[in-house]
């Protein structure tokens, strides 16, 4: 991967230490800078100290080919990286700071970042000994984990016993900032977060960002010498995050532009760290959308609902239907702005599966509530739910008659039953018509849709009057059995 090694020892005066200083060729377009010294304060060491170096290189990725052999498949493009890497102290006591920047970020490069790292780190004696001069290490220390094989896009540390012995052994504190990290659509900055090594745990007791135009912040640690290491994240929180923009970023684009302010609770756990992430993610959180508003046709969630209600009986059964209806369906061809007054949902992750309680989307006079699953990999929502209208919407759709004891209700609202199913940014609710039907057997029909005949078609007429006589006869068919 080095080629075009260039390289020379030069000395600031006669018997100080030897510099070196070069550069070098990475692959076909990248480069590395270094300079490599004793610094100034360690030059009158005793040789009691340990050597002391400091080391300074400087590192412009033009292709992210010329590294490739250090990158996983997966790892997103980047464009011109410049980073500068400096080392100070002893290899018992040393810290390390990285600067890194690249372009701003394209379709075919979505990866960009501009971020800043220090990490402080300490050695026992014996295991800087161990590490330079392979010298034994003191039996009562414990021996590193037992390899192992991990599963599909983990790792475990224990299998570089070296790596292992330093994880045990080593004491470190890591400070990382960012003006900006970015990834297709989506787009970190103002990013900070403080993290400490102990016996092989990486603790991250704060980490904070801005992020579609809210805060998010979490808490957490990981569990580097478990086969595989695993983390656990035990607090996340997100506010005020802009809808718009996380379903921009996530490209979940349907019919309909949705706004709204994001706020989210929860925790999880994982070990993958790649493309397998999901189906090794544990998590439970709330979320809670305020302000919500969709602009696009096909209108309000209450309007596919209407659509799928044009049937002559339930027209007949509620008066203020055909209204509905008849709007819904003017809506669906039409760009309008719906607004809610909010949307709740308690979330549980497992095995790739998103599964969603008490969710709930709050409408004026109408709430819809589901439960479900959301496949993450393949976008398939498969929801249960139930639209419930309020007791005053219900006495509007039904002109003031009782049909508690004809159609569904709950605590004095009509109650719909519906199925969501399809893509995230394209759910399909459809209410269960056959349910309303069959609860509608209970009606008199003669005595209470008799008046109301006169008032449909023709056509409605008659498909009223054939859909009465083929449920009278299934209702005689039901009793008997």
Same mark, same amino acid.
Request: charged letters at 20%; one cysteine or more; hydrophobic letters at 40%.
């Given at each position: ?106 379709a075919t490069h979505p990866l960009a970042l501009n971020a800043q790292a220090t ?152 070990? %993958?760290?790649? !493309?397998?992430?999901?189906?090794? $993610?544990? #998590?439970? =959180? /709330?979320? &809670? @959308? ?42 669906e061809n039409t760009v309008t702005t719906t607004r809610y007054e909010r949307a ?14 008490? %969710?709930?989307? !709050?409408?004026?006079?109408?709430? $819809?509530? #589901?439960? =479900? /699953?959301? &496949? @993450? ?56 018509v056959d349910h309303l039907l069959q609860n509608a057997l209970q009606f008199d ?37």
């Amino acid at each position: 991967m080095l080629s075009d090694l260039d390289a020379q020892v030069s000395y600031d005066a006669p018997g100080a230490p030897p510099k070196l200083e070069g550069r070098a060729t990475i692959g076909q377009a990248s480069s590395l800078q270094f300079l490599l010294e004793t610094p100034a304060d360690a030059r009158e060491s005793d040789g009691a100290r340990p050597p002391s170096i400091a080391l300074d290189t400087q590192w412009v990725i033009r292709d992210r080919a010329d590294i490739q052999a250090l990158l996983t498949e997966s790892f997103p493009a980047f464009q011109n990286l410049q980073a500068r890497l400096t080392l100070r102290g002893t290899l018992e006591k040393f810290s390390l700071q990285l600067d890194a920047q690249t372009d701003e970020p394209t379709a075919t490069h979505p990866l960009a970042l501009n971020a800043q790292a220090t990490v402080e780190c300490t050695l026992p004696k014996p295991l800087a000994d161990y590490l330079e001069n392979n010298a034994p290490l003191p039996d009562d220390w414990p021996p590193p984990p037992p390899s192992c094989e991990p599963p599909v896009g983990t790792i475990a540390f224990g299998n570089w016993p070296k790596l292992a012995r330093i994880l045990q052994r080593a004491e470190a504190q890591l400070h990382l900032s960012f003006a900006e990290l970015a990834y297709g659509g989506h787009r970190f900055t103002d990013g900070a977060a403080t993290a400490y090594l102990r016996g092989g745990n990486l603790i991250v007791p704060t980490a904070t960002c801005t992020a579609y135009e809210g805060k998010l912040s979490a808490r957490g640690n990981a569990q580097l010498l478990t086969c595989p290491a695993s983390y656990r994240v035990e607090s996340i929180t997100g506010s005020d995050l802009d809808v718009h923009q996380l379903f921009a970023a996530n490209d979940w684009t349907g019919s309909n532009d949705w706004f709204g302010k994001l706020q989210i609770k929860g925790s999880l756990t994982g070990q %993958a760290v790649n !493309a397998y992430v999901w189906p090794t $993610l544990t #998590a439970n =959180g /709330t979320a &809670q @959308i305020d302000d919500l508003q969709s602009v696009g046709t096909g209108g309000t969630p209450m309007d596919a609902v209407w659509r799928e209600l044009d049937q002559p009986l339930l027209l007949s059964l509620l008066p203020k239907l055909r209204s509905k209806v008849a709007a819904a369906q003017a809506a669906e061809n039409t760009v309008t702005t719906t607004r809610y007054e909010r949307a709740t949902a308690q979330i549980s992750l497992s095995g790739g599966v998103a599964t969603l309680s008490a %969710a709930e989307l !709050a409408m004026p006079d109408y709430r $819809l509530r #589901a439960g =479900g /699953t959301y &496949q @993450i990999l393949a976008d398939e929502l498969q929801l249960t739910a139930h639209v419930l209208a309020s007791p005053e919407e219900t006495a509007r759709l039904t002109g003031g008659r009782d049909l508690q004891a004809v159609l569904p209700h709950e605590n004095g609202g009509l109650l719909v039953p519906v199925t969501i199913q399809g893509s995230l940014s394209r759910p399909q609710a459809r209410p269960d018509v056959d349910h309303l039907l069959q609860n509608a057997l209970q009606f008199d029909f003669k005595s209470d849709l008799a008046p109301a005949l006169d008032s449909l078609s023709e056509k409605d007429q008659k498909q009223l009057q054939e859909g009465i006589q083929i449920l009278q006869n299934l209702g005689t068919l039901l009793q008997v059995r």
